[in-house]
């Protein structure tokens, strides 16, 4: 069985789900905790009762450490160099989202992992929900035919406080990256162009563009529009968003648990409006969820020595989009990805 020993970098509170995680699996052992705040690391290691030493030093941590598998739950902005260390030290890397603060950042990571022959996954929980996957099922062409539009809904007032705050495109680049992901998911496209529109309302707590409006193109001819805000009291949508998608055979509905499409009838005479057939998913999908989901996916892939499905070669997909969105928005134009 392959041993992971693994330094965990980074202890705010999404290091809980990557620590949990760790512990749970027979074949993890957490070997070093770092973060640039010692008091941090040393509060994770009693919490959980960890017989391994701190750090605020990742490179001392892995060579004193034995370290082949680093999981970064660090702030984006230092997401780009706790990759470069790992890799320059021979290890996996493991990282929440999103991959990098800048896109440049983010290919160049792509181009030190492919250097480096390592792996570099990151985290797309959303992916990994029953509902999600059930969606899916409705999505296929046999039942929806060809997809033509899929629209996403986000409103949610979220008081975070700490750096989101104080982000200028706080939506877009810490939380839409989410979306823009499993609309990538959905569709089994890839996008091209985007025209994005963000703006921070009048009462936003959020010191950037908290709202935004975007219309994505993909490569299987598929448009994508996206609605959303983090700034929005009352009314909230679920954080998985509303979801509509519409095909050449009918249309598709995601709302919280509420999953169905309603197809052509094909034995129904025309009308003005055409008559359709309910159709439910068939839950499909066995998975673990969430974060549980994704990571049991990661190790897998590095246990069976192939890619993980949110490789970094893929999702910078989704940063593209992100980036994209941002700069479109910035030159109020429409933006060839």
């Not at 005479?269 to 999908?285: A, D, G, M, N, Q």
């Amino acid at each position: 069985m392959k041993q992971f020993n693994i330094a965990i970098v980074g202890c705010g509170s999404m290091s809980t789900a990557w620590v949990e995680y760790a512990l749970s699996r027979k074949d993890c052992k957490i070997c070093a905790i770092v973060d640039i705040n010692i008091d941090s690391a040393n509060s994770m290691k009693a919490k959980y009762s960890l017989d391994c030493p701190t750090y605020t030093d990742l490179q001392k941590a892995i060579r004193e450490n034995d370290i082949n598998l680093v999981m970064d739950i660090t702030i984006p902005q230092a997401h780009f160099q706790v990759l470069k260390t790992a890799l320059s030290s021979g290890c996996d890397c493991l990282g929440e989202k999103p991959m990098a603060d800048g896109i440049e950042s983010a290919r160049e990571m792509c181009r030190l992992t492919k250097s480096a022959g390592k792996t570099y996954a990151v985290m797309q929980n959303r992916r990994y929900l029953k509902n999600i996957r059930a969606y899916k099922e409705l999505l296929q062409p046999e039942v929806l035919g060809n997809i033509g539009i899929i629209n996403a809904e986000f409103y949610i007032g979220a008081h975070f406080g700490g750096f989101r705050d104080a982000m200028e495109s706080p939506l877009i680049l810490d939380m839409a990256i989410h979306t823009f992901d499993q609309a990538r998911f959905l569709s089994g496209g890839s996008p091209v162009s985007v025209y994005c529109h963000e703006f921070n309302p009048s009462w936003s707590w959020y010191a950037g563009n908290a709202a935004a409006t975007c219309i994505f193109e993909f490569d299987n001819g598929a448009v994508f529009t996206y609605n959303g805000a983090w700034c929005s009291e009352g009314c909230m949508t679920p954080w998985e968003c509303y979801w509509r998608t519409v095909g050449s055979q009918g249309s598709a509905i995601w709302h919280g648990d509420e999953i169905y499409a309603e197809i052509l009838n094909p034995d129904a005479p025309k009308s003005f409006t055409s008559e359709t057939i309910r159709v439910e998913p068939k839950y499909l999908w066995q998975g673990n969820e969430n974060h549980t989901g994704c990571l049991d996916e990661m190790f897998n892939a590095l246990i069976e020595n192939r890619n993980p499905e949110t490789i970094c070669f893929d999702n910078i997909k989704s940063m593209e989009m992100v980036f994209a969105a941002i700069e479109s928005a910035k030159q109020c134009k429409k933006i060839l990805i």
